[in-house]
C-alpha cells in the first residue's frame, strides 16, 4: 500500500460546529504532517508527527487541533473555524523527518466554512 | 532566507515541446530538493527528487538540473504530453529542520495539442 488515505474528501461546517479530519497511512512511514493549500498557492505546513510526538506546529490557531492516535493514523479536529480557513487540507507521510525524504500526500479535504 | 523563488507562474507549451521551470533558493543549508505536480482536486505528488552533490538527475522525460554555486534548480519536461497539464512546485528541505518542506510560489503549465 503507498497510499495516504483522507476522509472526508469533502466537508462543509458551520462556525460553530466540531469536525474531524481523518489521515492513514499503511508505509511504515514514521513522520506525518498537516498542511493547508489556498486556491493557486503553495502549501502551507500546519503540524509535523515524528513517531506519534508533535515535533513541529508552525503557530496554528487552537481551533485547530491535531492528534496522533498511533504510527498509521492522523486526525485533525477542528472547532470553532472562520470563513478564511476554507480551504484544502493536505496529510503527508515520510519515512522520516531527517531532512531528504520525499513526501506522500494525499488528496486532500476540501473544505468549506460558512 | 527560508523563500524558494519559482517562474515562470505560468507557461504554455506546444505537444511535443521542453518545458523548463525554474527555482532559486537563498538558504544554502537546503540540502533536498524535489518537484512536485498536483492536478486540480489531487494532492501533490513527488515527481524527481535531487541532491547537491549530483548536477543533473534524470528520469525518464523528466530532469532536474542543479547549479551549486549559482543556488539555482530546474526542471525540463522533455517531449511535453497534454496529460502533463498540471501545476508544478518546486521545494526545499534541510537536514534538522524536521523534513519541513519549503515549497516555491507554483507554475502552472498548460501542453496544448
Known amino acids: 500500500d503507498t497510499e495516504v488515505t483522507q476522509t472526508p474528501k469533502h466537508l462543509v461546517m458551520g462556525m460553530t460546529n466540531k469536525k474531524s479530519l481523518k489521515c492513514e497511512q499503511h508505509?511504515?512511514?514514521?513522520?506525518m504532517y498537516w498542511y493547508k493549500q489556498k486556491a493557486k498557492k503553495p502549501p502551507e505546513l500546519m503540524f509535523v508527527?515524528?513517531?506519534?510526538?508533535?515535533?513541529i506546529n508552525e503557530s496554528v490557531p487552537s481551533r485547530f487541533s491535531p492528534e496522533c492516535p498511533n504510527s498509521s493514523l492522523l486526525n485533525l479536529h477542528l472547532h470553532a473555524l472562520q470563513p478564511e480557513d476554507s480551504a484544502l487540507y493536505l496529510c503527508?507521510?515520510?519515512?522520516?523527518?531527517?531532512?531528504?525524504?520525499?513526501?506522500?500526500f494525499g488528496s486532500g479535504t476540501r473544505l468549506t466554512v460558512v | 532566507q527560508q523563500q524558494v523563488k519559482q517562474s515562470p507562474q505560468s507557461l504554455i507549451v506546444q505537444k511535443g515541446g521542453i518545458s523548463i521551470i525554474n527555482c532559486a533558493y537563498e538558504?544554502?543549508?537546503?540540502?533536498?530538493f524535489p518537484w512536485y505536480q498536483q492536478f486540480p482536486g489531487k494532492g501533490p505528488a513527488l515527481l524527481i527528487a535531487?541532491?547537491?552533490?549530483?548536477s543533473e538527475k534524470k528520469e525518464g522525460r523528466f530532469t532536474i538540473s542543479f547549479n551549486k554555486s549559482a543556488k539555482q534548480f530546474s526542471l525540463h519536461i522533455m517531449d511535453s504530453q497534454p496529460g502533463d497539464s498540471a501545476t508544478y512546485f518546486c521545494?526545499?528541505?534541510?537536514?534538522?529542520?524536521?523534513?519541513?518542506?519549503?515549497f516555491g510560489t507554483g507554475t502552472q503549465l498548460k501542453v496544448e495539442l
Open positions: 503527508a507521510s515520510s519515512q522520516d523527518v531527517v531532512g531528504g525524504y520525499g513526501y506522500t
Open positions: 508505509m511504515g512511514h514514521r513522520a
Open positions: 508527527y515524528s513517531y506519534e510526538k508533535l515535533s
Open positions: 538558504n544554502t543549508a537546503f540540502d533536498y
Open positions: 535531487i541532491r547537491p552533490d549530483v
Open positions: 521545494a526545499a528541505s534541510m537536514k534538522g529542520g524536521g523534513n519541513k518542506l519549503t
